[in-house]
């Protein structure tokens, strides 16, 4: 958590995620969070949209992050959507502890499940557009990206319902190169 | 629509989609849908459980259809995957005008395309637990499941987007072979 410290955004983040844990994401005020942050509501929503934000800042850096690895890759339709899988990992995978009790608030809230996939449906959109930006045709570059958001999916989850940290981007590496394997035909 | 008429599911089916397209989803009614169909709100309650279950009826023979062509099919792990894809179809493409004016009405809602989404994530669950039981280890399970439901997604969304009706089968076919082909190392 020290990363956090010293600067208000952090704080908020760490004080949001004492409430949610403690005593439920619903149940929480963006007053209390404020105020076990030590910093006023006003300072609050420079931050943050609303309480729900706080859990899912950071979706525009990682898509960007992806697009960008995406656009900048050799190779295959899936090779681009591998490295956009691997750019992600050091941004996404650097705390195992804090993402670990993020993943326990949003598994604990229906409205907070949905709002993640939302999340996963607007990445795989943005790397379908990236792909057809390299002139992957419709409907591959859908296709591709929708594998790439899967195992995405399920590297995020096996790292977090981990108790230790096995390494993000060596999840990722895994699930992507059995996905190939699984798919020959 | 032929099919709906002379039962209260289909004509309170069709009358929900006549007033969800005209004056939107949530401004709908079951008061109104119901002296639309003819029927009392009691009858429409014997039906469907809300407004929204009339779109999403049906999700349960869905999943059945899919795990049971998914359990009954013989090779590997994708095989067994492509072929709870393909018996979905006959099920699920029956009706293009039908499903088109579905879609239009889910697309113009955020609650109702949320609700797509859980429906794809419950779907992908089922698939793996399938796949489970037919002693495919985790992480390749889930895996293959996420395939083929991004497959399903991608295949179902163009054979609604097209005017004329290409044929579910034929789309799903397709996604499924060219998902197979993309990820080729």
Redesign the interface.
């Known amino acids: 958590m020290a990363r956090w410290e010293g600067d208000a955004a952090g704080r908020l983040r760490e004080a949001a995620m004492e409430l949610y844990a403690s005593r439920g994401f619903e149940q929480t005020t963006v007053a209390e969070i404020a105020a076990r942050a030590g910093v006023t509501a006003r300072t609050f929503f420079r931050h943050f949209a609303d309480k729900r934000e706080v859990l899912f800042a950071g979706s525009e850096t990682l898509q960007e992050t992806m697009v960008s690895a995406l656009a900048g890759a050799t190779g295959?339709?899936?090779d681009a959507v591998g490295a956009a899988l691997d750019a992600c990992t050091p941004f996404l995978g650097r705390d195992h502890a804090y993402s670990r009790r993020r993943q326990a608030v949003i598994s604990a809230n229906a409205e907070l499940?949905?709002r993640e996939?939302?999340k996963m449906?607007r990445l795989s959109a943005a790397l379908a557009e990236g792909l057809r930006q390299r002139g992957v045709p419709e409907?591959?570059a859908?296709?591709?990206a929708?594998?790439g958001?899967?195992?995405f999916?399920?590297?995020f989850?096996?790292w977090v319902e981990a108790e230790t940290d096995t390494g993000l981007a060596a999840q990722m590496r895994?699930?992507f190169t059995?996905?190939?394997a699984?798919?020959?035909?």
């Open positions: 295959g339709p899936m499940r949905e996939l939302i449906e409907p591959d859908s296709l591709a929708q594998a958001i899967g195992v999916h399920i590297a989850a096996r895994d699930a059995r996905m190939r699984l798919a020959q035909p």
